[in-house]
């Protein structure tokens, strides 16, 4: 096996400041495994990290690899490594100090350490993970859609599944038609959930109904709350995915139901979210924060994904050396998920 290897690197913010490089591959240390990296996904994030530092540690001490979504195959384990063997398939986790539960953080300092941020990321041909930073990748899912699961698809999944209990014959809604977006409209509806979706493209509105949506809604054509009520003959969405954010979360509250779900994910429109409180009181709605998921969450939407059958979206795949042009493509809003192949 070749001693050196190829991964994107940023010694600062800005796309100045990211190069593609060649170094040597790493050694697996302790509870450590070696893994050959097949995918990585792209999420918004990933783009405001890369030009404009968001969540990148300040100052950086050595040069930070973007990207926190892999998939691919165990290469060599370090000593006392005992969840997985060589040659399996792995997923990465995103947040990977939170395990199940609550999860670790305090009111002062809550839990922020991620791959790709805080924490080296994952676009190299080689990385190192803490064996607890993974988890088994589905068996029939491609490297290229299993990439996609670890932010994106646990997002959906945490705030439809595993906070929000989603049933059968509620009404869900949702914003966009990104990765997170996607994928809760196929978690949903996996789920018995009458969804509509909404978006400012009739293409990507049309597309939607073919992966099943039972209404779209054109938001450059009408108030968008106003055709939920329509849509539901008043009773409004039981949950909101929201990943708009800032004042549009005003919007949501409107449209939710009595005793509605309100997931907060997106920061399009700001990091500071505004509404009215009148919502809040005469409907009893629970707005929630998501931070993508633990992972034991994640081992379920994996088994989820095998038993269903269902497969991510996927708008288009990069290869290695075009990693600059997924950012571009990131920027101009695509249908579901971007991935880079790497091996």
């Known amino acids: 096996m070749t001693t050196t290897m190829k991964r994107w ?3 600062a913010a800005g796309r100045a400041n990211l190069k593609l490089v060649e170094t040597a591959i790493p050694t697996p240390g302790p509870g450590e495994v070696l893994i050959k990296v097949a995918a990585v996904s792209l999420n918004y994030r990933d ?3 890369v030009d404009a530092g968001f969540g990148m540690l300040d100052p950086l001490t050595e040069p930070l690899i973007p990207l926190s979504d892999v998939s691919g195959i165990v290469a060599a384990c370090g000593e006392g490594v005992t969840r997985f063997a060589v040659g399996e398939r792995i997923v990465s986790t995103f947040l ?6 609550d999860g670790p953080g305090t009111a002062r300092h809550p839990n922020g350490r991620n791959l790709g941020g805080s924490l080296q990321g994952v676009l190299a041909e080689y990385i190192v993970l803490n064996q607890d930073w993974a988890v088994c990748g589905p068996r029939k899912l491609s490297h290229t859609e299993a990439s996609t699961l670890p932010c994106a698809g646990l997002t959906a999944w945490t705030a439809l599944v595993e906070r929000g209990r989603v049933r059968a014959g509620q009404k869900v809604v949702v914003l966009g038609t990104g990765g997170v ?8 509806l996996l789920h018995g959930a009458e969804v509509i979706v909404v978006s400012g493209d009739d293409k990507k509105l049309a ?6 949506a039972h209404h779209a809604i054109n938001r450059k054509r009408e108030d968008w709350v106003e055709a ?6 008043d009773h409004g969405a039981d949950h ?4 708009v954010g800032g004042a549009h979360l005003g919007k949501s509250l409107d449209a939710a139901a009595v005793a509605g779900r309100i997931s907060l994910i997106g920061i399009l429109e700001g990091l500071d979210v505004s509404g009215g409180f009148g919502a809040f009181a005469r409907k009893r709605v629970v707005v929630e924060g998501i931070q993508v998921g633990h992972r034991r969450a994640l081992e379920d939407l994996v ?3 095998d038993l269903s059958g269902t497969t991510p979206v996927i708008d288009a795949i990069y290869g290695m050396n075009d990693f600059e042009a997924a950012l571009d493509h990131l920027d101009r809003g695509p249908f579901g998920k971007i991935v880079v192949e790497v091996g």
Do not use: C, H
């Open 47 to 49: 783009k405001l990290l």
């Open 303 to 305: 088994r989820a994904f």
């Open 228 to 233: 939920v009520y329509r849509l539901t003959s």
């Open 181 to 188: 977006s996607l994928f809760s409209l196929q978690i949903a």
């Open 9 to 11: 690197q940023l010694t």
């Open 240 to 243: 909101i995915l929201e990943t």
């Open 207 to 212: 597309r939607a109904r073919d992966l099943g």
């Open 96 to 101: 990977p100090d939170w395990i199940d539960g």
